[in-house]
C-alpha cells in the first residue's frame, strides 16, 4: 500500500510564504521522482515542480521558478515545497505525487500514487 500525506497549507496575505511537506510511505518507497501539482477551482490539475530521487534533476512551472524551491529528505521520506512571494494566482489545492516509471515530470498521467492535497490560500 502507498501512502502519501501533504502538510503546511493555510491562509497567507500576498508576498507572504509557506513550506509545504509530503510524506511518503509503503510502495512509494520505489520511487524515481516526486511532483508537486496544484488545482484551482474550475482550472485543470497543473504542474508546479518536480525533483528526481537523486535530486539531479529538478523542474519548476514557468510561473513558480524563482519564486518556488522543491527539496527532498530520501532518509526520512519527504518532499518540501518553499514557496515564496507568493500572489492570488497561487491559491489552489496543492498535491504531491510520486513517479515509479520515467516519463514527463509535468504529466499527471506519469505519477502513479497521489496525495489527498492541502489548502492554499493567498489574500490580496
Known amino acids: 500500500q502507498a501512502q502519501l500525506v501533504e502538510s503546511g497549507g493555510g491562509l497567507v496575505q500576498a508576498g507572504g510564504s509557506l513550506r509545504l511537506s509530503c510524506a511518503a510511505s509503503?510502495?512509494?518507497?520505489?520511487?524515481?521522482?516526486m511532483g508537486w501539482f496544484r488545482q484551482a477551482p474550475g482550472k485543470e490539475r497543473e504542474f508546479v515542480a518536480f525533483?528526481?530521487?537523486?535530486?539531479?534533476?529538478?523542474y519548476y512551472a514557468d510561473s513558480v521558478k524563482g519564486r518556488f524551491t522543491i527539496s527532498s529528505d530520501n532518509a526520512k521520506n519527504m518532499v518540501y515545497l518553499q514557496m515564496n512571494s507568493l500572489k492570488p494566482e497561487d491559491t489552489a489545492v496543492y498535491y504531491c505525487?510520486?513517479?515509479?516509471?520515467?516519463?514527463?515530470?509535468?504529466?499527471?498521467?506519469?505519477?502513479?500514487?497521489w496525495g489527498q492535497g492541502t489548502q492554499v490560500t493567498v489574500s490580496s
Open positions: 505525487a510520486a513517479r515509479l516509471r520515467f516519463g514527463a515530470p509535468s504529466i499527471p498521467d506519469t505519477y502513479s500514487y
Open positions: 525533483i528526481s530521487r537523486s535530486a539531479s534533476s529538478i
Open positions: 509503503g510502495r512509494t518507497s520505489s520511487r524515481n521522482g
